[in-house]
């Protein structure tokens, strides 16, 4: 049996560390999004795949029997796409996918479906936070006469799409008490997430709920039909199944 671990999160980087304790043969791949990424303890490719032409021919060279998906809960597309190759040439596959951040007391959040949604919410003239990456932000073009602020783990090759904004590089983890410090030098008024869920990036929100931030949630985008685990133990159970 050779495994293909879609990676790219902290649940991906534990399965990698026991598969490789156990011995599983075992594959990593990184979309590549970030140019110098955690080392992973398994062999691992970095990069796309070609289209879907190309994952399927990559199934077959590499000898792949099974797939466990461990990509970041908003990769809706790479899910899908995945599972439904795996589902149409009968190979196992499922799916890691971590509980989703529930709003505590003290929290100030609004549920929004969209990133273009948030301009309806946040008032012009506040500061705002974009924690939600490089790839999504045109879809906040519409966040007109407030100012940005966008967190990415890479310095950035180009200069920030609009005029009222900026980014900020940063590369986790951060503790809620570094969250707190910095959304209070920076001025934060909102802050924008993704509900990606999980302990390793939840610091933002502590930090958030400590301020009194008001908080704009993105939903996640629908999964695939497939097979699920919520945790890394529940992960390798069904690889030792196989």
């Known amino acids: 049996m050779t495994l293909l671990l879609l990676?790219?999160?902290?649940?991906?980087?534990?399965?990698?560390r026991i598969l490789s304790m156990k011995g599983h043969a075992a594959i990593?791949?990184?979309?590549?999004?970030t140019r110098s990424p955690r080392a992973?303890?398994?062999?691992?490719?970095?990069g796309g795949f070609g289209g879907e032409a190309g994952f399927v021919l990559y199934l077959e060279s590499a000898g792949i029997t099974a797939v466990l998906d461990a990509t970041h809960p908003?990769?809706?597309?790479?899910?899908?796409?995945?599972?439904?190759?795996?589902?149409?040439?009968?190979?196992?596959?499922?799916?890691i996918l971590r509980p989703e951040w529930s709003p505590e007391a003290d929290d100030r959040w609004t549920m929004i479906a969209a990133e273009e949604e948030a301009a309806a919410y946040i008032p012009a003239g506040a500061t705002v936070f974009l924690a939600t990456g490089r790839q999504g932000l045109a879809r906040f073009s519409n966040l007109t006469g407030r100012h940005l602020i966008?967190?990415?783990?890479?310095?950035?090759e180009t200069a920030f799409p609009f005029a009222n904004g900026k980014f900020l590089v940063g590369r986790p983890p951060f503790?809620?008490?570094?969250?707190?410090e910095l959304f209070e030098r920076l001025g934060v008024d909102?802050?924008?997430?993704?509900?990606?869920?999980?302990?390793?990036?939840?610091?933002?929100?502590?930090?958030?709920?400590?301020?009194?931030?008001?908080?704009?949630?993105?939903?996640?985008?629908?999964?695939?039909?497939?097979?699920?685990?919520?945790?890394?133990?529940?992960?390798?159970?069904?690889v030792q199944g196989l």
């Open 40 to 46: 992973i303890d398994l062999p691992t490719r970095i």
């Open 175 to 180: 503790t809620p008490e570094a969250e707190r």
């Open 190 to 238: 909102w802050l924008v997430v993704k509900n990606a869920g999980g302990r390793a990036s939840e610091s933002k929100l502590v930090a958030a709920r400590a301020c009194g931030l008001p908080v704009a949630m993105i939903a996640r985008p629908p999964q695939p039909v497939a097979q699920r685990v919520a945790t890394v133990a529940a992960a390798i159970d069904w």
């Open 150 to 156: 966008c967190r990415v783990v890479d310095p950035p």
């Open 7 to 16: 990676a790219g999160t902290a649940e991906a980087q534990q399965v990698a």
């Open 74 to 95: 908003f990769a809706a597309r790479i899910s899908d796409r995945t599972a439904r190759i795996c589902a149409a040439r009968g190979l196992p596959y499922c799916q």
């Open 28 to 33: 990593a791949s990184l979309v590549g999004a």
